[in-house]
T-cell receptor, first 114, second 111 residues
Framework: DAGVTQSPTHLIKTRGQHVTLRCSPI?????VSWYQQVLGQGPQFIFQ???????GRGNFPDRFSARQFPNYSSELNVNALLLGDSALYLC?????????????FGEGSRLTVL | KNEVEQSPQNLTAQEGEFITINCSYS?????LHWLQQHPGGGIVSLFM???GKKKHGRLIATINIQEKHSSLHITASHPRDSAVYIC?????????????FGKGTHLIIQP
């Protein structure tokens, strides 16, 4: 069975541009969450989606948005990119949205903003 | 806001040594995760704990809910254990249903 897959794995953008990152959860998993990891720091929670609805949002500006599709895959969109958005963006899936669900992480999308 | 503190930040040990990584948090949680991150970036979930102790191979994780503290132990450490180990907690209260992460412990096991 395929694990959590993310695309693209690496990308370079310039300030002001827009980026879309994609995540496919493990088959059967209905919850997807997104995390940003800046170099040298632990990941920070951005969004969680379950059954196509936003279930939680971390402390990120409105430039960050996401959605979940009927097949439970998800997109993370970031508008008006800043240098500080350079980071590894991680997606994790779980079977349920509950507070005790085990998480499975993808390999991440590494974004560099120049 | 739940703060998650890990210690040590960096740890270098010789192959075969017993390793302990500590994690402390400040508010009530419903679960605590120990995660392993290799240089490529991908994260692997090692344990999810809400009480007591779990063991998987050479890895042991314990949690003390009253003291708001967890430890990850590695017995008979091996160079392939070299990685960043991250503690993450899920709050028991309301709010965003995401995890709060520590900054990680960078472990190097030398042959």
């Amino acid at each position: 069975d395929a694990g959590v897959t993310q695309s693209p794995t690496h990308l370079i953008k310039t300030r002001g541009q827009h980026v879309t990152l994609r995540c496919s959860p493990i088959s059967g998993h209905k919850s997807v969450s997104w995390y940003q990891q800046v170099l040298g720091q632990g990941p920070q929670f951005i969004f969680q989606y379950y059954e196509k609805e936003e279930r939680g949002r971390g402390n990120f500006p409105d430039r960050f948005s996401a959605r979940q599709f009927p097949n439970y895959s998800s997109e993370l969109n970031v508008n008006a990119l800043l240098l500080g958005d350079s980071a590894l963006y991680l997606c994790a899936s779980s079977l349920l949205a509950g507070k005790t669900g085990e998480l499975f992480f993808g390999e991440g999308s590494r974004l560099t903003v120049l | 806001k739940n703060e998650v503190e890990q210690s040590p930040q960096n740890l270098t040990a010789q192959e075969g040594e017993f390793i302990t990584i500590n994690c402390s948090y400040s508010v009530g949680i419903s679960a605590l995760h120990w995660l392993q991150q290799h240089p490529g970036g991908g994260i692997v979930s090692l344990f999810m704990l809400s009480s007591g102790k779990k063991k998987h191979g050479r890895l042991i994780a314990t949690i003390n809910i009253q003291e708001k503290h967890s430890s990850l132990h590695i017995t008979a450490s091996h160079p392939r254990d070299s990685a960043v180990y991250i503690c993450a907690v899920r709050n028991s209260g309301g709010g965003a249903d995401g995890l709060t992460f520590g900054k990680g412990t960078h472990l190097i096991i030398q042959p």
